[in-house]
């Protein structure tokens, strides 16, 4: 009933479309359709026309979908609700990908080929990523250890979502504690009608072009693969009074089109001449040959050569042709018990291959300095501007540096994308149940709910490259787990006396680990001969 003044409030609403209707003798039936949602007042503002025909005005409003905050207080913000949550142009599919939309927010465009739930790395008003409060049905589920308060945390599928709300300024005290906005996430609940979906999406490297960057550096497509489906079912168990809704969905992913599936590195060139790692002489020769296509600077008459010098034992000459150099070139016997020799024919227990890759033929690109940064000048005078006539066509190759006394040289460079697949898989489920405690008297009053939700995640994943230098891929295993409780008992007394306790329990673990094949002993620096060089002066330093 409304006072004298014609308003009316509904306390402790569940989130969900409403239809209110209105009627007074000798008026129209006015009804008008609306959506409660979180953090608000939900205002309807009706109209009576005079009773004329019988009538029914229906006011019918557009789809609920993305709107701005609509309160009498000063927040702003953005809110996602209904169909829209599922049917967002988000490419990894994440819960939150749509506050990207909000002008106080600040992100990057979702990745579709992301390795992980997908949660965006969102900067509010200027704020840090890590400074956002998140909230899971009315419980802190804030991740204050990633490189974003969302990143790498809870992630609900979008099916299992009543709403999601960003508050990016002025909102209430009681969602303080952190700098940037508020995020509030909401989970759906049963009804009296049983309801319930299943959904499959996949994406397949088929259906996409290759990388420029792919093809520019000769990479045939890589796998980009997701598939993820799940299933959800709600409604009542006791009609009127206890409701559930649970969801489940499992995603298993693979690409090698993200920042941890790749590393761009420089190399010597000799690794693309040896055609036989197990025999030093062959290797050898591939240095000596890389050096005479160009690497060594005795290209300009200084001889070019290794340590140890003539008269050191396992000093070896080799004469080569006289148009190869003006004088001799030297170079070193490989010892093949040698830490260098043995790291060169070490075996990367994740790809098969040499920890040093072979640079395979139209795989790799030489690096030139640029002419207009080279100042070297012949005969001490003249700068020279064209290297061709010194059987460097491209320009003078960027080299390993090299000195021995007055001689100097080097091995040409070249820089090499390695790409190794990252994998990312996931499995978990939302349970949701609502129960009316007290169902209240005529006018509302002495009513009481309690609703709890579990939410359980297990999203491991492999990182093949934790960093892009890497020559080799060493795979990161991340361990990811989320659980999560809310449980909230709401008393409506009257209308100016509402009690709302709730109990939260979120556990959040991201722990990242070695690969353990990588741990193996012939991979130490014992199993490799190295010496720490810390046992100098720490006797039994590890090594």
């Known amino acids: 009933m409304s006072n004298e003044e014609g308003s009316w409030t509904i306390a402790v609403l569940p989130l969900g479309n409403y239809e209110v209707t209105a009627g007074a003798a000798g008026f129209q039936l006015v009804k008008q359709t609306t959506t409660v949602v979180t953090s608000q007042t939900t205002s309807i503002d009706l109209t009576l026309g005079i009773a004329g025909a019988d009538a029914v005005v229906n006011i019918v409003a557009d789809q609920p979908g993305i709107e701005p905050v609509r309160s009498d207080s000063p927040v702003t913000g953005i809110s996602v609700t209904g169909r829209s949550l599922e049917d967002s142009p988000v490419a990894n599919r994440s819960s939150f990908g749509r506050i990207n939309l909000d002008t106080a927010a600040s992100g990057d465009i979702a990745d579709p080929l992301t390795n992980g739930t997908g949660n965006p790395e969102v900067s509010i008003n200027g704020s840090r990523t890590t400074s956002q409060g998140v909230q899971f049905n009315g419980i802190d589920a804030t991740n204050f250890f990633g490189t974003g308060s969302l990143t790498e945390s809870i992630s609900p599928a979008p099916e299992t979502v009543q709403e999601v709300k960003l508050l990016s300024s002025l909102y209430d005290a009681s969602l303080g504690r952190n700098g940037g906005g508020s995020v509030q ?83 010597p060139e000799a690794l693309a001449f040896i055609t036989d790692r197990t025999n030093p002489e062959n290797v050898r020769l591939a240095f000596l040959r890389s050096t005479i296509n160009g690497g060594a600077i005795s290209s300009f008459g200084n001889p070019f050569s290794l340590q140890p010098g003539p008269g050191t034992a396992g000093y070896c000459v080799r004469p080569l042709t006289a148009a190869a150099f003006a004088g001799l070139a030297v170079a070193t016997c490989i010892d093949p018990n040698s830490p260098g020799f043995r790291l060169l024919n070490l ?73 190794f697949p990252a994998e990312f898989k996931q499995d978990q489920f939302t349970t949701r149940l609502d129960y009316n405690l007290l169902k209240g008297d005529a006018q509302g009053n002495n009513l009481n709910t309690i609703n709890g939700t579990f939410f359980f995640a297990n999203f491991p994943a492999v990182d093949p490259f934790s960093d892009d230098t890497l020559v080799s891929p060493t795979p990161l295993i991340r361990d990811d787990r989320n659980r999560t409780l809310a449980i909230t008992d709401t008393h409506y007394f009257n209308g100016s006396l509402t009690n709302e306790a709730r109990f939260g329990y979120f556990s959040l673990d991201n722990s990242r680990q070695l690969d353990e094949r990588f741990l193996a002993p012939e991979l130490t620096n014992t199993g490799l001969g190295i010496i720490n060089p810390a046992t100098a002066f720490e006797p039994g330093a590890p090594s």
Do not use: C, H, M
């Open 347 to 419: 075996r990367n227990p994740a790809t098969g291959d040499f920890f040093i890759p072979t640079l395979p033929a139209g795989r790799y690109e030489r690096l030139f300095y640029d002419n207009a940064n080279v100042r070297i000048l012949e005969n001490g005078v003249v700068r020279i501007t064209d290297f061709a006539r010194f059987g460097l066509p491209n320009g003078l190759p960027i080299i390993d540096g090299a000195t021995q006394g007055t001689v100097r040289g080097g091995f040409p460079l070249v820089r090499f994308r390695n790409v």
């Open 185 to 267: 996430v909401v989970t759906r609940s049963g009804t009296n009608a049983f309801t319930g979906a299943a959904y499959l999406f996949a994406q397949n490297e088929k259906f996409n072009s290759n990388d420029f960057f792919f093809n520019r550096d000769g990479i045939e497509r890589q796998k980009a693969r997701r598939l993820e489906g799940g299933v959800t079912l709600g409604g009542p168990i006791i009609k009127d009074k206890l409701w559930f809704f649970g969801g489940y969905q499992k995603t298993d992913a693979i690409t090698a089109y993200v920042p941890t599936a790749q590393s761009f590195v420089t190399l």
